[in-house]
Each structure stands twice: as structure tokens, then as C-alpha cells.
Nanobody, 124 residues
Framework: HVQLVESGGGSVQAGGSLRLSCAASGYTYNRNCLGWFRQSPGKEREEVAAITASEGALGVIADSVKGRFTISRDNTNHSVTLQMNGLKPEDTAMYYC?????????????????WGQGTQVTVS
């Protein structure tokens, strides 16, 4: 049973930073794609970033957050991190960690099989 547990959400003023983390457990394969998505009330789930397990991978970043957000992962500890800088009010959303069974990434929600419960990010 795959579990993804997010942490690090909170409230911040515009221009501030937050760091989200996601710990994955329940499977032994650590070469799969890990990603982040977000959803605001009344809006569809939106892709944010995803990253493979390749050494030095920079990940795939959505245009809406490119230049402000970065994604990284720790393959040894089965975790993925989203560093968010220059936050804007429009970044306010529930942020979800996601995992795919495949070792390459496609930044689409249908590509991912497992999802965390989400962590709220509020920017004012």
C-alpha cells in the first residue's frame, strides 16, 4: 500500500517562500516519477512539477511557476521536495504529492497512480 505524506504548507505573505516535502512509503521501487500538483477551490487540479530519479535531474516545471519553484528528490529516503520562492496570491491552493509507477515523467495528473492527502498553501 503506497502512502504519500506531505508537509510544509502554511500561510505566507506575497514574495515569501515555503518548502514542501513528501515522504513516500509502501513500495520498494525508488526509480519512479514523483510530482506535485495543486488545486484551488472551484478550479481543476493543475500540474506544478515532476522529477525522475536520474542523478542530477532538474525535473519538469510548469510554466506558471517556472523560475520560482524548483523540485528535488532524495532517492535514498524516498522523498520529494518543492521549493517555492516568490510566492504570489494565485499560488494559494492545496498542494498534492503524487507518484507514478513509471521511471519517466509526464506532467499530467492521469500519469500518476498514487496521491497524498495534500497540504494547504495560502499566500496573502
Amino acid at each position: 500500500h503506497v502512502q504519500l505524506v506531505e508537509s510544509g504548507g502554511g500561510s505566507v505573505q506575497a514574495g515569501g517562500s515555503l518548502r514542501l516535502s513528501c515522504a513516500a512509503s509502501g513500495y520498494t521501487y525508488n526509480r519512479n516519477c514523483l510530482g506535485w500538483f495543486r488545486q484551488s477551490p472551484g478550479k481543476e487540479r493543475e500540474e506544478v512539477a515532476a522529477i525522475t530519479a536520474s542523478e542530477g535531474a532538474l525535473g519538469v516545471i510548469a510554466d506558471s511557476v517556472k523560475g520560482r519553484f524548483t523540485i528535488s528528490r532524495d532517492n535514498t529516503n524516498h522523498s520529494v521536495t518543492l521549493q517555492m520562492n516568490g510566492l504570489k496570491p494565485e499560488d494559494t491552493a492545496m498542494y498534492y504529492c503524487a507518484a507514478s509507477s513509471l521511471n519517466y515523467c509526464v506532467l499530467e495528473s492521469s500519469f500518476f497512480q498514487w496521491w497524498g492527502q495534500g497540504t494547504q498553501v495560502t499566500v496573502s
